[in-house]
């Protein structure tokens, strides 16, 4: 009787620390839903023979012409786990500032990406994820009149990959991409074919990411599922700067944002910009984790800090306004 106590005592206590490691570096409570103008709606399209699903969000009253917004999800999210990780902030500003939000699900939860080590199925199978993209710029532009020189893609992780992708196979697809927490593969794991021309790219990597070494490096899962190395946030984003025209040297160092209560804490804007060339830019977020900045969700501890005090949604779309539109569509 005395063993079995003892033996209850240790699977309670057991149970209990475990259940403490979940929550602190697992929990993670979902924001509120917002009070918008209009309501998520759903639909599916056929691309190289296989169903996809979408999810889209169009305000009320939006005019013909409105530019269109792709937010895609990390490996193994889905379409509800990216306007969670967002907080919504996606939908909120399409509301202030009239744009149509898409979010893609990827085939069995992740994108075909340029990373030539990874292995999961999106990639296995080689799904025309690039194809989905620009089907699905048609088909807004046909039914919801948005304007296809117009459109943008906002990435995180796997998703970030994959807009990278698209930059670099098809330079005039998109009018702006955005890669959060992502850096460009080295050479030795790029399986992409570039082509000439530019697109406008934003980075926006933490200094404090688990899984995308801020300086470059190998890429796995908390060690598992090896994604291959990667080159530093700056490297990447001075790779993409070459390749619009500029010169290392052009960079402008900026200030972004700084927690007046911990200095340590802030965001170093790294930036490519002039005339007729393709803006670069490096959001380098100092303490940062594998995650978007900003202020309605606090993400699961495990995967780093989350920077609340800077809106990375908001920067992301202020860099896509000022694009120019993009030369050919799809």
């Known amino acids: 009787m ?9 699977l309670l206590l057991l149970a209990a620390l475990l259940g403490g490691l979940y929550a602190y570096f697992l929990y993670a409570p979902k924001p509120a839903a917002p009070v918008l103008s209009a309501a998520l709606q759903h639909g599916q399209i056929e691309v190289g ?13 939006l005019p013909a012409g409105a530019p269109l917004l792709f937010v895609l999800h990390g490996s193994l999210q889905t379409v509800e786990d990216i306007r969670t990780f967002s907080a919504y902030e996606f939908e909120r500003q399409a509301d202030e500032q009239g744009f149509i939000v898409v979010y893609p699900q990827g085939f069995e939860r992740n994108w075909n990406d340029c990373r030539a080590t990874a292995d999961y199925p999106a990639r296995a199978q080689n799904v025309d994820d690039v194809g989905l993209i620009a089907a699905l710029i048609r088909r807004f532009a046909e039914q919801q009149r948005a304007d296809p020189g117009r459109a943008f893609l906002a990435g995180y992780s796997n998703g970030g990959h994959l807009g990278l992708r698209i930059a670099l196979e098809q330079p005039r697809l998109l009018a702006g991409v955005a ?3 992502a850096n460009l593969p080295t050479p030795d794991n790029l399986a992409c074919q570039p082509v000439d021309g ?22 796995t899962l908390f060690g598992f599922g090896d994604r291959g190395t990667v080159r530093s946030a700056f490297e990447s984003a001075l790779y993409f700067a070459e390749r619009a025209g ?8 900026e200030s972004a944002w700084r927690d007046a209560g911990e200095p340590a804490r802030r965001v170093d804007l790294d930036r490519w910009q002039a005339k007729d060339r393709a803006e670069i830019a490096l959001y380098g977020v100092i303490g940062g984790g594998h995650l978007l900045p900003q202020a309605g969700f606090r993400a699961p501890r495990l995967l780093g800090p989350t920077l ?4 990375g949604p908001r920067a992301i779309w202020d860099f896509f306004a000022r694009q120019r539109p993009a030369p050919v569509q799809p």
Do not use: E
């Open 246 to 253: 500029h010169a290392a040297k052009d960079v402008r160092h």
């Open 308 to 311: 609340s005090g800077f809106d």
């Open 179 to 181: 890669a959060v927490a």
């Open 49 to 61: 023979g296989l169903p996809r699903d979408y999810a889209f969000y169009v305000p009320a009253g």
């Open 2 to 10: 005395k063993k079995t106590k003892t033996a209850l005592c240790v």
């Open 198 to 219: 530019a697109t406008p790219v934003l980075f926006m990597n933490g200094t404090r990411d688990p899984i995308n070494p801020y300086n470059g490096g190998r890429v």
